[in-house]
Every structure is written in C-alpha cells, then in structure tokens.
C-alpha cells in the first residue's frame, strides 16, 4: 500500500524559509518520479517542483530560484527546501508520486497535503 506523508508545512513572515519533507511508503522510492504540488484557495493545483524516475529535476517558474527539490532514497524522502516566501506561496502542498506531471499537476498517488502560510 503506497502512503505519502508530508511535514514541515507552518505560517512564516515574506522572505522566510521552510523545509517540507514527504516520506514514501510501499513502492520504490529510487525509482518512482515524485514532486510537490500546491494548491491555494479557490484556485486549481499547480506543480512546484518534481524529480523524475531519471533524476531529471524541474521547477515551476514562480519557484525557479527559490525553492530547491532533492531526494533521498535511503531515507525515502524527498524534500523541499522553501526560501524567499512570498505571501502568493501560500497554499496547501502536496506530495504525489508516480507519473509525475508538472505541467498538468498530476501524479498516481498523493500525500494529504500540509499548509504553508505566508504573511
């Protein structure tokens, strides 16, 4: 049984910084495509930043800069690192996996999301 569980998420001041971490469970971490997701209140999801099952690494553009992705497959966590927040940050994140899809913010399986607020 495949489970993503995220932490990390927390209210900070603009120009602060967070650390979200998403734990994987029941598939191969090493292999599977996995990135972080947000979606903000009345608006759709988006995806922020993905690994794929190649390594290949991509960002959204608001993000580009500003928010860094990296894996670790020994603790089968994949991390977000948060810098220079922005109030328009603000949103509950998610973590998906398998069949990463940036473009059009999707994945097989996803985490329950952990908030991010940015005053």
């Known amino acids: 049984q495949v489970q993503l569980v995220e932490s990390g998420g927390g209210s900070v001041k603009a120009g602060g910084s967070l650390r979200l971490s998403c734990v994987g469970t029941?598939?191969?971490?090493?292999?599977?495509?996995m990135g972080w997701f947000r979606q903000a209140p009345g608006k759709g999801r988006e995806g922020v930043a993905a690994?794929?099952?190649?390594?290949?690494?991509s960002y959204a553009e608001s993000v580009k800069v500003r928010f860094t992705i990296w894996k670790d497959n020994g603790q089968s966590t994949v991390y977000l690192q948060m810098d220079s927040l922005k109030p328009e940050d603000t949103a509950m994140y998610y973590c998906?996996?398998?069949?990463?899809?940036?473009?059009?913010?999707?994945?097989?399986?996803w985490g329950q999301g952990t908030q991010v607020t940015v005053s």
């Open positions: 690994i794929a099952s190649d390594g290949t690494i």
């Open positions: 029941g598939f191969d971490v090493r292999t599977s495509s």
């Open positions: 998906g996996a398998g069949n990463v899809r940036l473009s059009s913010g999707s994945a097989r399986f």
